[in-house]
T-cell receptor, first 111, second 117 residues
Framework: DQQVKQNSPSLSVQEGRISILNCDYT??????FLWYKKYPAEGPTFLISISSIKDKNEDGRFTVFLNKSAKHLSLHIVPSQPGDSAVYFC??????????FGAGTILRVKS | GAVVSQHPSWVICKSGTSVKIECRSL??????MFWYRQFPKQSLMLMATSNEGSKATYEQGVEKDKFLINHASLTLSTLTVTSAHPEDSSFYIC?????????????FGPGTRLTVL
C-alpha cells in the first residue's frame, strides 16, 4: 500500500528554468509533509517542509505547495541549477509518528 | 545545527560475522531515531523506530533478532547486523528527531555502506 507516490521517476530541466516535482498521498490523516534531496551514497538532506494548515511554504529557491483537497504536494525550484541534480524524496506523516517516503524522483539540471 | 553522524561510513565483513553501526546526533538530543536501508535505485525502507530507553519498534518483515537496535542515550543509537549474509549488503541510513518544541523533521546521517562477502 503506497501511501506516498512520486509518479515521475525522473525529470530533466534546463539550467535557469523551473523544476516542478510532484507527490501524491492517500492518507488524509497526514499533517506534515517534507522534501528531501539525496546524492548517491549519501544520506538525505532536509530541504523544506509544510504543515497541513498551510498551502505554501517558501525558502529561497524552494517552494512547497500543498493541495489538501487533491492530496497533492509539489516542490518548485526556481531557478534550477546544475547542483540541484539529485534524487528528491517527498515524505508525509502525522506529527509524532513515522514518516512515509515516496520512491523518489531523479532531477537532472542541464547546463 | 541538526547534524547526525554515522560510523563507520563503509564496512566490509565476512559472512557470519556481526557488524555494529553507530548513529549520533551531534548538536541536539534525539528522542527518536530511525533506521532505514536503501537498495540500489530504490526508495528508503524504514526498518525500525527507536526511542531513547525503550525497545525499538520494527517494521513488518524486519527480523528483530537479526537487526539489533539499541538507543541507550539521547545522542546515540546503534544497529547491529548479526550473522551477516551477502543479502544484508546494503546502504544503511539513520535519522533522528529532536525534543518536543521542534518539528518532526528527521535529520539524516550520511549512511553506512555494508558489504558482506
Amino acid at each position: 500500500d503506497q501511501q506516498v507516490k512520486q509518479n515521475s521517476p525522473s525529470l530533466s530541466v534546463q539550467e535557469g528554468r523551473i523544476s516542478i516535482l510532484n507527490c501524491d498521498y492517500t492518507n488524509s490523516m497526514f499533517d506534515y509533509f517534507l522534501w528531501y534531496k539525496k546524492y548517491p551514497a549519501e544520506g538525505p538532506t532536509f530541504l523544506i517542509s509544510i504543515s497541513s494548515i498551510k498551502d505554501k511554504n517558501e525558502d529561497g529557491r524552494f517552494t512547497v505547495f500543498l493541495n489538501k483537497s487533491a492530496k497533492h504536494l509539489s516542490l518548485h525550484i526556481v531557478p534550477s541549477q546544475p547542483g540541484d541534480s539529485a534524487v528528491y524524496f517527498c515524505a508525509a506523516g502525522k506529527y509524532g509518528n513515522k514518516l512515509v517516503f515516496g520512491a523518489g524522483t531523479i532531477l537532472r539540471v542541464k547546463s | 545545527g541538526a547534524v547526525v553522524s554515522q560510523h563507520p561510513s563503509w564496512v566490509i565483513c565476512k559472512s557470519g560475522t556481526s557488524v555494529k553501526i553507530e548513529c549520533r546526533s551531534l548538536d541536539f538530543q534525539a528522542t527518536t531515531m530511525f533506521w532505514y536501508r536503501q537498495f540500489p535505485k530504490q526508495s528508503l525502507m524504514l526498518m525500525a523506530t527507536s526511542n531513547e530507553g525503550s525497545k525499538a519498534t520494527y517494521e513488518q518483515g524486519v527480523e528483530k533478532d537479526k537487526f539489533l537496535i539499541n538507543h541507550a542515550s539521547l545522542t546515540l543509537s546503534t544497529l547491529t547486523v548479526t550473522s551477516a549474509h551477502p543479502e544484508d549488503s546494503s546502504f544503511y541510513i539513520c535519522s533522528a528527531t529532536g525534543l518536543a518544541g521542534l518539528t518532526d523533521t528527521q535529520y539524516f546521517g550520511p549512511g553506512t555502506r555494508l558489504t558482506v562477502l
